[in-house]
């Protein structure tokens, strides 16, 4: 462990990775080097959609490839958070009996689509669900097919899994049982398009989620937006689906990012009448800065992808966000985000009483 000396915490480490590197000296990690940088790329060519989120092995996700300055990242949520997760496997078999399901309650008599387990951050132990759990942490589950159509109006059938997890219910569940409310999820797919259980599968492995208080510093702000279609990975935000496993929902790509966010300025714009420079109307705008802690360069380009949408919220509250993001972080692989948003509530016009 003496490559993660200052990478632990109260409950343990996350991935001792110090065989891999062959470092023999500790201090070496302060610099990134080729296996640093190039671990943390994506190497499952059996999956489809990849959005930064997940990896198809448990030593690729980011607190297993740490390098230079990085610190371990968890990605926040707090009371009352869900999370969509989407995938577009090649499956095409809706017989089975639930759309996601847990894995350790497939049986012969219980058929699902997708399975999934929760593992802890700190042991990677698996925390079994009941029945009950289950029903309270999947919230709307569908496996099947949305819609498109080609320039003849023909209709396409394009492959789609989506699971809407209730955060909250996790991490109730976890503290109940005196567990930290620290963990990651193992999604499993059939790679024989057959129902599991089958012994033929994709294992997808989320980055971990960690609970958070509201008011302890760094804070953490919502951050969302829409697509009318696809985004840049190709996550699909329409509702147009087929017939399948579950009900099909419009998919959120809303997320909480952990940093401050600070008023920095108002900016008021006129609109003036050329001979007499009267002013016909107005406008006035809050300027704020959402300064980011240290993201994993798969969640800043995931964030980057919903302020790329259009009706960008931030807790809820409409901003407008251009420009270029910078890493400001020379030393490591991680983005410290500094990005600029506008706010402009007030228009005005001054040519009627």
């Not at 707090?78 to 309650?105: K, R, S």
């Not at 996790?170 to 999604?187: G, R, S, V």
């Not at 990012?257 to 406008?283: C, D, R, Y």
């Amino acid at each position: 462990m003496e490559l993660f000396d200052n990478y632990q915490d109260s409950k343990g480490y996350f991935c001792d990775i110090t065989p891999e590197t062959n470092y023999l000296d500790p201090i070496a990690r302060l610099i990134c080097g080729e296996w640093g940088i190039g671990i943390g790329t994506l190497s499952c060519p059996d999956l489809y959609l990849y959005n930064g989120l997940w990896s198809c092995s448990d030593q690729l996700l980011w607190n297993c490839t740490l390098c230079g300055n990085d610190l371990p990242f968890w990605i926040p949520f707090t009371d009352g958070d869900t999370f969509d997760f989407q995938f577009q496997q090649l499956y095409t078999d809706f017989t089975c009996d639930h759309a996601f399901y847990p894995e350790n309650l497939i049986t012969g008599g219980q058929t699902s689509a997708v399975s999934y387990e929760i593992h802890l951050c700190c042991d990677d132990t698996i925390f079994e669900l009941t029945e009950a759990m289950h029903q309270s942490i999947v919230q709307q589950a569908y496996v099947g097919s949305y819609i498109t159509s080609d320039l003849n109006n023909s209709t396409i059938l394009h492959p789609i899994q989506m699971v809407r997890i209730n955060l909250e219910a996790i991490k109730d569940y976890l503290m109940i049982a005196d567990i930290e409310p620290c963990f990651y999820i193992l999604f499993r797919f059939p790679k024989d398009n057959d129902c599991l259980p089958s012994g033929n599968v994709l294992e997808v492995y989320t980055e971990p989620f960690q609970y958070k208080k509201c008011e302890f510093f760094p804070y953490i702000y919502t951050v969302e937006s829409k697509y009318t279609y696809k985004d840049c990975y190709g996550s699909y935000y329409g509702n147009v689906f087929d017939e399948g496993i579950g009900t099909p929902f419009v998919y959120s790509n809303r997320v909480r990012v952990p940093g401050s966010f600070e008023q920095q300025s108002f900016s008021i714009s006129k609109e003036k009448i050329e001979t007499s420079l009267k002013t016909t109307a107005t406008q006035i705008c809050e300027n704020w800065l959402l300064r980011t802690t240290h993201l994993p360069k798969g969640f800043a380009k995931f964030v980057v992808a919903i302020l790329g949408g259009k009706d960008v919220l931030i807790d809820g509250v409409e901003y407008q966000i251009e420009g270029e993001l910078s890493r400001n972080n020379e030393t490591g692989n991680q983005f410290y985000l500094e990005i600029p948003a506008q706010n402009c509530d007030c228009n005005k016009s001054l040519s009627c009483t």
